[in-house]
C-alpha cells in the first residue's frame, strides 16, 4: 500500500517557536507538496517540490519554507509561528504522470495549533 | 489561472438516495483533469475519481460517478444509494497549470438514516 506519512498527527506550539512538519513517502514520487486547509477556504497550496532540492513556491508561501534533501521526505518549516497559521496541514506526493494527470496521495494531516 | 468552484457548502440527504455535487470549473489548459476527494472526520483526503478531458465517457467507480459536460465546464460527483459512511466533505479539483492540484472550497455531506 502507498503512504504519506505526517509525523505528528496534532501539535500545539507558542508564538515565535520554530516548528518543523514532516512528511515521509514510500512510493519513490518524485513530487510533493504541502497544503493548509482551512475552514470555508478549502485546500491551499504552500510549496511544493518537482524533485529532491528543489522547490516552488504555491499561493500562500509567506511564513514557510520548505526543504526537500532526500526523494521521500519533505519538511515544511514555519521560522516564527504566529496565531494566524493554526490550521491543518497536509502533504502529499504524486509520481510524474502525464502533465495534467495522476491524482495525489495524500497523508493523515497535521494538525496545529499556535497559542 | 485555473479556478473551481463548489457552490453547495452543505447537502443532505437519506440513506439510499442519489446526490449530485456540483462543481465548475475554468481552465486554460486543451487538456486537463478534474479529481474528486473526499475527507471523511478523520481528516484523511481520499481519492475518488478522475475525468480526463479528452475522455469519451463519464468516469464511474462503484458507486461514484462524475456526470461531465464540457462546454458547461461542469465535474458534478453523483453517488448513487447514500450510505452513512459517505458523510464527509467532498472536494473537486484540478491541475494548475501541470503543476499542483488546485481545489474548490468543498461540499460536506450529510447522510441520515
Known amino acids: 500500500d502507498v503512504k504519506v506519512t505526517q509525523s505528528s498527527r496534532y501539535l500545539v506550539k507558542r508564538t515565535g517557536e520554530k516548528v518543523f512538519l514532516e512528511c515521509v513517502q514510500d512510493m519513490d514520487h518524485e513530487n510533493m507538496f504541502w497544503y493548509r486547509q482551512d475552514p470555508g477556504l478549502g485546500l491551499r497550496l504552500i510549496y511544493f517540490?518537482?524533485?529532491?532540492?528543489?522547490?516552488e513556491k504555491g499561493d500562500i508561501p509567506e511564513g514557510y519554507s520548505v526543504s526537500r534533501e532526500k526523494k521521500e521526505r519533505f519538511s515544511l518549516i514555519l521560522e516564527s509561528a504566529s496565531t494566524n497559521q493554526t490550521s491543518m496541514y497536509l502533504c502529499a506526493s504524486r509520481t510524474i504522470a502525464g502533465v495534467n494527470t495522476g491524482e495525489l496521495f495524500f497523508g493523515e494531516g497535521s494538525r496545529l495549533t499556535v497559542l | 489561472a485555473q479556478k473551481i468552484t463548489q457552490t453547495q457548502p452543505g447537502m443532505f440527504v437519506q440513506e439510499k438516495e442519489a446526490v449530485t455535487l456540483d462543481c465548475t470549473y475554468d481552465t486554460s489548459d486543451p487538456s486537463y483533469g478534474l479529481f474528486w476527494y473526499k475527507q471523511p472526520s478523520s481528516g484523511e483526503m481520499i481519492f475518488l475519481i478522475y475525468q480526463g478531458s479528452y475522455d469519451q465517457q463519464n468516469a464511474t467507480e462503484g458507486r461514484y460517478s462524475l456526470n461531465f459536460q464540457k462546454a458547461r465546464k461542469s465535474a458534478n460527483l453523483v453517488i448513487s444509494a447514500s450510505q452513512l459512511g459517505d458523510s464527509a466533505m467532498y472536494f473537486c479539483a484540478t491541475y494548475q497549470a501541470g503543476t499542483a492540484l488546485i481545489f474548490g472550497k468543498g461540499t460536506t455531506l450529510s447522510v441520515s438514516s
Open positions: 517540490s518537482y524533485d529532491v532540492k528543489m522547490k
